[in-house]
Structures are given as C-alpha cells and as structure tokens.
C-alpha cells in the first residue's frame, strides 16, 4: 500500500510531461479494471490513498493486474531533478561599504546548528539605502558555503499587483534549480513538495528581492539545514518567523569613501565646497550618492547642490538628477514611468518614445547610466518604485493628458502586435479569432508570424515579455478597453499551453472573462474567453470552475452561432472528464463535438480548420474508449487520427497519437515481437516508444513482458 502510495504521489507530481500525463491516464484505466467500476481520479492526499488502495487489493486478488500494476511503477517518471549547480547571483558592487553588524548577524544564522529549524533572514530598510547590494554581497563572500548553488529572483514586491503570485515564484526557483519546465506540476501543492525535495540534501542559498509579503515567499521557508533563504524588503515582513536585519544609513565616514571610490580622491577635493551639502542631502543612502557622484565631476563653480528646500533626501537627488537631464532622457524617463512595466525592454521602450529600436536601446542604456534605471539582462532594465513616482509627478506637471494617454496607447498596442506575431509562429496551426489577426495595421501591414528562428523562440519571446503582456492587460482594463485584453490574452495561450505559466497569468483570463460578459455577451469572443480561462482552470485541477466556464463557454458560442468556438468548448468539457478518470461522460462530450463541427459547411467560417479539429477528436474519442476497455475501436480511431497527423508533418501530435497507440496495444496484451502482430503495429509501437522518455518506454516493454511472462 506504501508503495503504491508513493507511486501516485511520484505521479501527481509528474503531471507536467507528456510521460506523466500519458502515465496518469493508464493508471485510471488500471484503477477501473481493479475496482470492476469507473474510479474517480484522485484529488489530494485523501483521494490518492483511496485510488492507492483499490490498486493494492486489486494487485492482491489478480496476478495480472498485479503484473500490470508492477510495470506502471517501474515506468513512472521520476520526480522532475534539480540538475546542475546554479550562480544566479547578480554582481557584487565593488564599492560595497560598512554593514559590518548587519554581515555578522548574516554569519552566526549561517554558522548555527540546524536543529530542524529554517534559516531565513529578513534584510529590510527604506528604498535606495542598499538591503539588496547587502544580501549580494553576503551571498558572493559566503559563496564557498554553498556549493550546491546560489538562487536570486526579483518578486517584483513594489505593490500588490505587480507582485509575483505564489506558484510563479516557484515555478522560477524551480526552473533555476534546473528543473525541466515541462516538469513543474501545475498545482501549488505539489510545486511545494517538489522544491521542498529537490533542495533536502543540498547548500543553497535562495535571495529573494523585493518582496511584497510573507505569502509570497511561505513556501520557499525548508527546515533543510543547508538552504538559507534571505528575504529582501522595504520593511519588516509580518508574520515571517526570521532573523531581521534592519539596514540603515552609510556612515558620514563611508559615504565620504563611497564618493571618493565614484569619482575619484582628486574630484572629491575640488568638489569640498558643495560636498557637505551633498552628503547631508543625500543622508547616507548609497543610492543617493551614486546619482549625485556625476555633478562632483562638473567643473569647480558649476557642481549644483541638491535642492535644500526639499524636504525628502531622496526626492532632492531626483530633482538634481532630473534637471542635469538632456531633454530627449527628460521626456524618455517621463514617458517610461506612466506605467509600472516589470521590466522595461526595448520594445516597451521603442513604442512608448515613437522611436526606432537602436535610439530607444540607447536612450535605455543612458538612464541607466544616470541610475534612474537598473540593468536586468541584455538590454532589459528596470526602474526603481521612487524613480517612477517622481518621474510621474513630473509627467502630470509637464505633459499633457492627451501626450500622456498616447504614450500608453502606443505602448500596449506594440505589445498586442508583438503578441499577435509571437503567437502566430508559436502555435501556426490553431485557430485565431478577431479582425487584428488579420487585418492590416495603420501601416498597412497584416500581422504575421515574426521573423523566429522556430516556434521555441517564439515561445521564449512571448515568455520574456509575459510581465508586460500582463501589465498591459492591466492597463486596458482601467480603460474598460475589452477588446485589447481578449486580444493579450488569446495570444498568450502558448504560455499557457507550453511555459507552465499558468497561474500567472490566470488574473489576467480572470479580467478577460469579466470585460468580455460587459462588453459583448453571447459572442464568439466571450465564448473563447471563457474557454481560455475554462482550461487554465483545469490544468489548475480546479475542476467545478473549470467545468462552470466550460459550460459558458458553449453557451456563449451557440449562442453567437460560431460552430468552431462551441466545438472547441464542448471538445474541453470532455478533456475535463477525461482527466477526471470518467470516460462514459467524456466520450458523448467527444462525439458531440464531432457532430458540431460536421454541420460546418464550406465557405462557413472555421471550415478550413475542420479537418484537423475532427483529427484531435478522433485520438480524444481513442483515449476515452480505451478507459472504457472497448480497444478495438480506440485502435481504430488512433489509426484515423495518426494518418492526419503524419500527413500533415505535424510532429507533436503524431508523437502523441503514437503514445496513445501504444498503450492500447499494450492493454490489449500485444506479443513482444511481431510474431502474428502485424508489422505496421509493430512499427507504430517501436516509433511511439521513440517519442517517449526512457522510463515510459520502460514501463511499455516492461508490461509487454509481464503479460506474457517473458
């Protein structure tokens, strides 16, 4: 019973892949034969053990479910690995000063013994004072203490919204710790569990920056004696059991150093006219006296101090920073900070300044030069929460609303186009919906697949600009613009579909669900919203929303008469039950959906993508007629549904047919060798295998083997 319990649990786990997916299918089939009646797919802890035990006494009482079961075990993939060793660590400042209580109470968390209790550090102070360069510098003096690798993720914590939700964050760390994407589990829980053991027996050091709340980081906190996780915030996290560490101002002493290491000793002697006022305008914050360093290497006479009327330290470097500004940066930071972009690429940049992308890269490149931007990567960077509050302010008193209100337009109409091209040489063969994925621009140019070496590139593309994808959406929502959401989002589903991003961008489906109801009820484009959002849900296992979304989904496009879009929601309603381990609802749902695209007619919008709508159906209906043990028939329509595929050169979903293939021949208790088994079947099996990882085609050869005792 323990065994198989784990099994499951190792399965839940796995549920990321192709193998895992295909695996957690033949285990309900296996669950149904044992139990003589449809069992339910397990949800939680509660559920698995229920499932685990209809296995084991089912094991007990058959020794050929016995057999089967044993080569299902063999063949689960394992539980996705950490591989490699991550630096992750940005760059160490080079003039790095004092802080030397602050490293101590770094140290002695590091050198305490374990005793089952976490090590987690809270580093927090006000914006600019340097918590982040102090939890860089810790982590690159240490970094001996750490041999299996150091983490460092940005959380974006400046406000609530923009802040990453729970499951992004792991999915990141994760991804860093060198997990496969494809083999992240949706569920929170479960990404819980799988980082939890990916780092047991390692020394890590996770850095967390910017974070928002304790929420946030909660699950990342692992009572693993070697893995430190430091916490970087603008105040003390409540309700995070940890050691703080409060940062405070630079030293008069240490500033004077700082300065003198920027500009070097000669320029700080000339500038000791205007220096005491520097220093104590920018009151020790390392930022302050990094912006500021530039104005000390003016000529003697023409450094300018810091405004003294200013009552806010920080407030008065901006505004000496500011008015030093050249007006094309002057009106670039302006039109930057209208929105909270995440990261602020140069797409974001080209469109929000009207300009080519070289200029707009450039102009990135000297704001940060003047530090009101951060580098994050080749040429992405961000700018700091105090930075776009005061370039805001300035772009309320010196622009327009109507200047204001075209920047922004601008922008989020680049990210649609960039998203639209994206999503076209992602995904070429799916179906769009919407006059922008056809229609000519101002310009006059039709949107096509941009210029991607391939779909992958297209994928991570999409991928690198999710957050300003996301933040668009959130900027046509305070418009009540429905149309440009439903656009961001439908060209976001290969993140959906692919990146296991799922649960970041659910808001987002959320609001587009939302606007579409208000904006256009009982249309084609609610309908895939619906959809959309129907499927984010049921990759969440969310299943009773899933299904509520699904229905109105259906709804909506019968509703609309679009045949396509009640098809696809009908087609989803099955691939819920069909997850769910209930294959008696799922193949009506199938069939139905069949008989809907059938009433399409030529010249009918949507008939040119029937064919292979009507190819996924058949492998569905294959799939849901294996569960209910009529193999015969399954074979048949995975035949059908393999000749589509291979004819149209379309890899994946041949791959997948294939797999399917070979679990009904497996079933079916095929002979090992082709003996009397047709050679084409044998064919199909070996190249199925082929498209698998080697423990699924293990576990295929394995249960050939048992069945026939070999």
Known sequence: ???????????????????????????????????????????????????????????????????????????????????????????SSPFF??????????????????????????????????SSTLAVHWGWREVGQFPDGQVYLDLNGASASAALPVGTVLHRVLTQLGVDKDAIPPGVEDRIGLYRTSVAERRLLVVLDHVHSAAQIRPLITSASGVVVVAVSRHALVGLDAIRVPVGPLPEQDAVHLLGDLVGKQALAAARATLPSVLERCAGSPWALRACAPALLQPTGQATAPDESATDPLHAILDLVYASLPPHLAVAVRSLALRPWPTLTVTVAAAALDTAAEQAAGVLAELAERQLLQGAGTDRYVMRPLVRQFAQDAALREDTPARRAAVVERTVAELVRFAIEADLAALDRRWHL?????????????????AYPG??????????????????????????????????????????????????????????????????????????????????????????????????????DRLAGHLRGQATAVESLGLLRLGQWDHEAALPLFQEAGRILEAIRPGERGFEDVPRARALLERHQGRALRGLERLDEARERLLVALRFFRGTAEAYNTARTLTDLAAVLLDAGT??????????????????????????????????SAKHGE
């Open 1 to 91: 019973m323990s065994a198989v319990l784990t099994f499951l649990g190792s399965l839940n786990l796995s549920l990321g892949t192709e193998a895992g997916r295909s695996l957690w299918e033949s285990a309900g089939v296996l669950a149904r034969r044992c139990a003589g009646r449809p069992v339910p797919a397990p949800v939680g802890a509660t559920g698995r053990e229920d499932v685990a035990r209809v296995l084991a006494e089912g094991a007990r009482r058959d020794p050929a479910q016995a057999r089967a079961l044993s080569a299902l075990m063999r063949g689960v993939p394992l539980p996705a690995a950490a591989r490699g060793v991550p630096r992750l660590l940005p760059a």
């Open 97 to 130: 000063k004092d802080r030397q209580d602050a490293l101590k109470i770094l140290d002695r968390e590091l050198s305490r013994p374990g005793e089952g209790r976490p090590r987690v550090v809270n580093i927090h102070g006000p914006a600019g004072i340097g």
């Open 434 to 450: 919407g006059p922008r994925y056809d229609e000519p621009d101002q310009a006059g140019q039709a949107p096509r697949p941009a």
């Open 455 to 556: 779909p992958g590139e297209a994928l991570a593309a999409l991928e690198a600009e999710l957050g300003n994808l996301l933040e668009a959406v959130r900027t046509a929502e305070s418009r009540d613009d429905a149309e440009t959401v439903f656009y961001l989002c439908q060209a976001m589903w290969p993140i959906q579909l692919k990146a296991g991003h799922v649960e970041e961008i659910l808001p987002a489906l959320r609001t587009g669900v939302r606007l579409a109801d208000r904006a256009f009820p009982g249309t084609d484009m609610a309908g895939r919203a619906h959809t959309q959002l129907g499927l984010a849900l049921k990759d969440l296992r969310r299943d009773q929303e899933a299904l509520a979304q699904l229905e109105s989904a259906a709804d909506a």
């Open 671 to 704: 002979p090992r060798r082709p003996g009397p088994w047709p050679r084409r079947r044998w064919r199909c099996w070996r190249r199925s295998t082929r498209s698998l990882t080697w423990s699924t085609r293990g576990r295929c050869w394995n249960g050939v």
